[in-house]
Antibody, heavy 120, light 106 residues
């Protein structure tokens, strides 16, 4: 069974940082591009970042203004999202999700998410 | 590219059909997926490449369209279909989601 498990979320003050992690199992992790997608409370889905299977190609949403960094460790079967200079509007459930159909394909499956709350 | 979904909310009786619409601000060819998100759960892939059903998705879910106009049809609506449905374009960066259509059961 394909599984994605996120961790690393929490309560952080504005301007703070977090490192989100996502571990994959049940599939050949190194063969797939991966994504982070977030969902603010009561709102819709917002794509955050994608990373190719080798890590050589990375894309970010323009709205992040360079504050987020996606990376991966295929030996550890993990993808990470470092989030810096956090703002109130970054409060969201952050999902890790696998790309199908190559980099920039459809997304399946999704993890359960890790909650990030930015508040003083 | 902006994905615009309509209606925002759809109320349908059990057994009837629900038709959800998604419009892209420019052509995305057939590179559109649809996801179902039930309360308290992550999204689940229903349709990819506009018309292909994902694994284990019942045949009563069907997708159509290409270019800028896309449709998700749920035939024989069941109470378990209560959810928000999102379209997603992956033809160009940045990939984009619609704001969702909430399907309510009458």
């Amino acid at each position: 069974e394909v599984q994605l498990v996120e961790s690393g979320g929490g309560l952080v003050q504005p301007g703070g940082s977090l490192r989100l992690s996502c571990g994959g199992s049940g599939f050949i992790f190194s063969s797939y591009s991966m994504n982070w997608v977030r969902q603010p409370p009561g709102k819709g889905l917002e794509w955050v970042a994608s990373i190719s299977s080798s890590g050589s190609h990375i894309q970010y949403a323009d709205s992040l203004e360079g504050r987020f960094t996606i990376s991966r460790d295929n030996a550890e079967k993990a993808v990470y999202l470092e989030v810096n200079n956090l703002r109130d509007e970054d409060t969201a459930l952050y999902y890790c999700a696998r790309d199908l159909g190559g980099l920039r394909g459809w997304i399946d499956p999704w993890g359960q998410g890790t909650q990030v709350i930015v508040s003083s | 590219i902006v994905m615009t979904q309509s209606p925002a909310t759809l109320s349908v009786s059990p057994g009837e059909s629900a038709t959800l619409f998604c419009r892209a601000s420019e052509s995305v060819r057939s590179r559109v997926a649809w996801y179902q998100q039930k309360p308290g759960q992550p999204p689940r892939l229903l349709i990819y490449d506009a018309t292909s059903r994902a694994t284990d998705i019942p045949a009563r879910f069907s997708g159509s369209g290409s270019g800028t106009e896309f449709t998700l049809t749920i035939s024989g609506l069941q109470s378990d279909d209560l959810a928000v449905y999102y379209c997603h374009q992956y033809n160009e960066w940045p990939r984009a989601f619609g704001h969702g259509t909430k399907v309510e059961i009458k």
